[in-house]
Each structure stands twice: as C-alpha cells, then as structure tokens.
C-alpha cells in the first residue's frame, strides 16, 4: 500500500481556476515536502512543511500542512499554463530508533488550458 | 552554482545487459541518494550514500548497486537488466547526512529503455 496517498490522480482545469492537490498519511510526518516535476524531467523544490498547522505560499501556491502532520494540500490561485507539470508531495517517514525514510506521493498529473 | 548533473541522459539497453548511471551532486552537498520513477508513478528509494558509504536502501534487489567517490559523485549500477527496470532515475543531492532529510536538489534524470 502507498504511504502517502495523493489527490486526484489528474487535474484538468481552464486557465485562471483555483485548484487544490491533497497529500495525506496514515503516519505523522516528520517534514513534509512539496514539489513539481515537468514530464519526464527532474524534481524542483516547491515548499517544506514541518510544523503541525504551518502554512507557506510562494507566488501563487500555497500549501499548508494540518495539526496532527498527517495531512497536506497545495492549493494553486488562478492557475496559468505554466503551472503545468506534476505534483509530487514528499515526506520524512520514521522507520526505527529515531531514523526515518524519505517517500514520495504517487503524484498529481496537472492541466491548465489556455 | 552547477544543480545536480546526470549522465547519459537517455540510454537502452538490453535485457540482461549491465547498465551504469553517474551522478555529480550540487556543489557543496555530501550525500547523494538514487530514485527510481517507472511511468506514471512516484520515485521509490533505492539507496543513499554519504561517505562512501550506503547508509539506507529501499527495498530493490541486490541487482541494484551503488558507488561514492571521494568528491560525493556517485554512480548507480544495475546489473541482468529485466524489462520492469525501464524507469526514469533520479539522483538528489543533500548536504550532511541526517536522521531526517530535508529539502533534496534533483538532477534532471536518466531515462533508461530495456528492450
């Protein structure tokens, strides 16, 4: 079973729209880490989350991350093609003895239409 | 400032062949881990070097090696190439090895075909 579960699978939405990807947890997260990926292409660096009720925005994204850290979405304002790509949400995971393993989401496919 | 470079970028292979996929991290990152991402799914976790060591592995047969060099490059290497190895690898780099990760820099990936 997936550990980090993300919502929805895909996302078409016309140029403009609001629009909310969420990424959630049956275990508490020790860092929670958002980031986009052009198709076929490397991971870039969005948002780190660690705090039970913190919220960070950059630009047009802002993505917040519930008390209990097991939850997170990333909401994006008006969206324009360039917000195009996928959305990977990433998180620290304790394993044992204070160690943890870094996952990812299995990812948010987005559109925006022109 | 170089990001995380990864090289080839694009290669096929065989199955059955060996195949050896090279990494240099973000200048000034020390630990490097390997990622492996098939279509349409999220990266899963084969390993994480730091001091020349494999700290941490994922779960990926012993086909799956890994390499540091003393200037933190590393190199991924996977040996009797089965079909279900064709994936994008991803290379993240980090500075420090810690209990807990932080943010990774990614490379821009190697996209292997096993034919």
């Known amino acids: 079973s997936q550990e980090l579960e993300q919502s929805p699978q895909s996302l078409i939405v016309q140029e403009g729209k609001n629009l909310t990807i969420n990424c959630t947890s049956s275990k508490t997260l020790y860092g929670l880490y958002w980031y986009k990926q052009k198709y076929g292409e490397g991971l870039i660096f969005l948002m780190m989350l660690q705090k039970g009720g913190e ?3 950059h630009e047009k994204i802002t993505a917040k991350l ?8 990333l909401h994006i304002t008006a969206s324009q093609p360039s917000h195009a790509g996928i959305y990977l949400c990433g998180a620290d995971i304790p394993v044992f003895s ?5 996952i990812f989401g299995t990812g948010t496919r987005l559109k925006v239409l022109a | 400032d170089a990001g995380v470079t990864q090289s080839p970028t694009h290669l096929i292979k065989t ?5 050896t996929l090279r990494c240099s991290p973000k200048s000034g990152h020390d630990t490097v881990s390997w990622y492996q991402q098939a279509l349409g799914q999220g990266p899963q976790f084969i390993f994480q070097y730091y ?3 494999e700290r941490q592995r994922g779960n990926f ?5 890994g390499h540091q060099f003393p200037n933190y490059s590393s190199e991924l290497n996977v040996n009797a190439l089965l079909l279900g190895d064709s994936a994008l690898y991803l290379c ?7 209990l807990n990760t932080g943010e990774l820099f990614f490379g821009e990936g190697s996209r292997l075909t096993v034919l």
Do not use: H
């Open chain 1, 55 to 57: 919220e960070k925005s």
């Open chain 1, 66 to 73: 519930d008390e209990k850290k097991q939850q997170s979405s």
């Open chain 1, 98 to 102: 204070g160690t943890y393993k870094y």
């Open chain 2, 15 to 19: 199955r059955g062949q060996q195949v």
């Open chain 2, 51 to 53: 001091e020349e060591e």
């Open chain 2, 61 to 65: 047969p012993d086909r799956f090696s």
């Open chain 2, 92 to 98: 993240a780099s980090s500075f420090g090895f810690r």
